[in-house]
DNA sequence: CGTAATTTTGACTCCGCTCAATTGGCGTGG
DNA sequence: CCACGCCAATTGAGCGGAGTCAAAATTACG
């Protein structure tokens, strides 16, 4: 109902000309991602009205953007299947990744401050998305207290994560980078449901090093380091953690 | 009349052991960091309930803090006078600045998602700011719709400075970090009616340091250098900026 | 299947760090 | 008021970790 009102002003021709599926294919109660994403916080009861938040979904294909810098900001988008990498590029055309995101994750929500993205995604293979209009967000924020308050922890949380990468670029060795990153890695397979030994890279080693303020040759020698030391068995993309106690202890050396 | 609904669940006393000037005494009409702060996309109208989203005023000495890490998250802080340093620890008990904040700016959000303070919030000179209880942003969030949609701004915002710093970290030599550092408080001195180009720095080198991912004695040499250069005029903490095109032209020298 | 992209590895360089000594500023107390 | 001590800042010398450049190997992909 209330939906419904807050969907009048929408023009539906602006997503028309995007890969969308129909919305009554979408429901976020039969998603087994749910309490990692937006309604996270939604008790059962209102779900089913929530969850009209996802306006529609769309497919990225891999290399391509969901959206990039400059674009006019109206959504926000939870990742349902697939990654992305998202990054910001300077005046003088440097590119830094400030992310990689995967299922249950949320992107694009930098672009509400200015109206306009401040960064780009591109998906590191195929993906699928839940199209969450953000004039969308802030009705159903507004009807739906515990939508509001998930709403503001996920940005709050979003400001931790980057403090997270700011003491990895600030304060710690390449090779402390490398190990938090790929720890930071497991864990949120885990939480997927996936190995947390046993995975595949999905970007390069090149984006890689953007993210962690290396370049790709320090990241490569890492690897192969790790490798030698017993920690990793590294075969291009794909990683196995052999010794993840071994990698958490490089992060506890100080100096 | 919503805030004095909203402020019914508040227990007073949580507040009373901190210096508190009273809550009659504070008004957001008068104030002219307005715009700069959490009301500011807020129309005159409604201004009048929703300045009593300031619950309090606080004052915090130099050296002591406004929240530290642990703390229990309650509110937000507008800086109303002062200057702040924002940081983080990892376990080793490395300090990573991840900000310094000034008069208009916000505090503490970060604490919003986990319900603690995830950072340290220092106050570099004696500052005063304005004690937003969480509980009260949202129900206020909830009444006043321009609010809501500021508060996500604000947030945002937050989200993309962070990826600025990142970009700075990540991808910046070290003379372009001081530049960038120098150019951006020299703008934001501006917009609160400062000189652009002559200011007090109230950080050490050390803290500048942390905040660049460098070492304090890097950041000493590049005043130095800055200095013998002509771009600056550097006295221990006191800088005037002689030539703030020569500073923005290292930040676009790719090399 | 061939071309381009990615990754690995080596040799060398250099930017920023480490260690150390010195100077300067400032508050405190005699 | 000055002496003292403490902390911040400067500067130098030497080092080392990560970057740069280059070449080869491997893989991905049209």
């Not at 009861?45 to 529609?56: F, G, K, R, S």
């Not at 960064?119 to 953000?134: H, K, N, R």
């Not at 190995?195 to 090149?206: G, K, N, P």
Request: include cysteine; charge should be neutral; charged fraction near 25%.
């Amino acid at each position: 109902m209330q939906a419904v009102i807050a969907l009048k002003p929408l023009r539906k021709e602006r997503f028309m000309n995007q890969q969308v599926a129909h919305k009554h294919e979408i429901n976020c109660s039969s998603c087994n991602l749910r309490e990692l994403c937006l309604p996270g916080g939604v008790c059962v009861e209102d779900l089913e009205q929530v969850q009209n938040i996802v306006y529609a979904r769309r497919r990225v294909k891999r290399g391509e953007s969901l959206f990039a810098t400059g674009d006019e900001f109206t959504s926000v988008y939870a990742i349902r299947s697939g990654f992305f990498k998202t990054s910001v590029v300077d005046g003088e055309g440097r590119e830094q990744v400030t992310g990689f995101c995967m299922g249950g994750e949320l992107l694009g929500m930098e672009g509400i401050g200015s109206g306009k993205h401040s960064s780009t995604a591109i998906a590191l293979e195929d993906s699928e998305v839940c199209v969450m209009p953000y004039s969308l967000v802030e009705s159903m924020a507004h009807d739906y207290p515990q939508l509001q308050r998930h709403l503001h922890s996920v940005l709050s949380r979003e400001i931790v994560r980057d403090h997270g990468v700011m003491m990895l670029l600030g304060s710690m060795r390449a090779e402390e980078r490398l190990a938090a990153f790929l720890s930071n890695l497991s864990k949120r397979f885990v939480r997927r449901g996936y190995s947390q030994s046993d995975f595949h890279l999905r970007m390069t080693r090149e984006e890689i090093g953007s993210y962690l303020g290396l370049k790709l040759e320090t990241v490569s020698r890492l690897f192969s380091q790790f490798q030698k030391d017993g920690l990793l068995e590294v075969e291009q993309k794909h990683v196995r953690i052999v010794d993840i106690g071994g990698l958490e202890k490089i992060l506890c050396n100080t100096k």
